[in-house]
């Protein structure tokens, strides 16, 4: 009596869609049989594709002539239009055999307007991980271009 149970729920969806589902919770009296009871719940979850939208929008970021030994630095904006939050893994992949001169860099990582990080990389790195918090219902996303 007065005890309680908490249960977790998994959602894992394998595909995008709107799903709902039925939890029937049997209640066994097992003093008289005849007052059994049955209690539902109802469950709903929407999984959605990643909607992200990248900038610069022509896929190419020039970074022109530099001087050989010099450092410069431009940025690429991920916004998250979608609802879910995204995880993200972003890598640096070379096609030439030799040092790949190009690495991430974040020097203000609690922006949260522009990126949430799930784990703080290092300061420089050929990979960066982050997770883009969707938006709520309701709230309008505006892009900029």
């Known amino acids: 009596p007065s005890s309680s149970q908490d249960v ?3 959602f894992i969806p394998k595909d995008h869609g709107e799903y709902l589902v039925d939890v029937e919770i049997f209640c066994q009296n097992l003093t008289n049989p005849q007052e059994n009871r049955t209690y539902l719940l109802h ?5 959605e594709h990643p909607a992200l939208k990248i900038l610069p929008g ?3 970021i020039d970074f022109g002539e530099q001087l050989w ?8 904006r991920i916004q998250n239009v979608g609802r879910a939050t995204v995880p993200l893994r972003l890598s640096i992949s070379r ?3 030799g040092l790949c001169n190009f690495s991430f860099y974040s ?8 990126i949430s990080l799930t784990a703080r990389p ?3 790195g050929s990979v960066y991980s982050v997770s883009l918090p969707g938006r709520e219902n309701g709230v309008r996303i505006l892009t900029q271009n």
Not at 43 to 47: G, Q, R, Y
Not at 69 to 76: D, I, N, R, Y
């Open 95 to 97: 096609k030439e055999a």
């Open 8 to 10: 977790q729920v998994l």
């Open 107 to 114: 020097e203000n990582t609690t922006d949260v307007s522009t």
């Open 69 to 76: 030994g010099s450092t410069s630095m431009q940025s690429v």
């Open 43 to 47: 469950l709903s979850a929407n999984a």
């Open 122 to 124: 290092a300061a420089v």
């Open 58 to 60: 022509n896929d190419v």
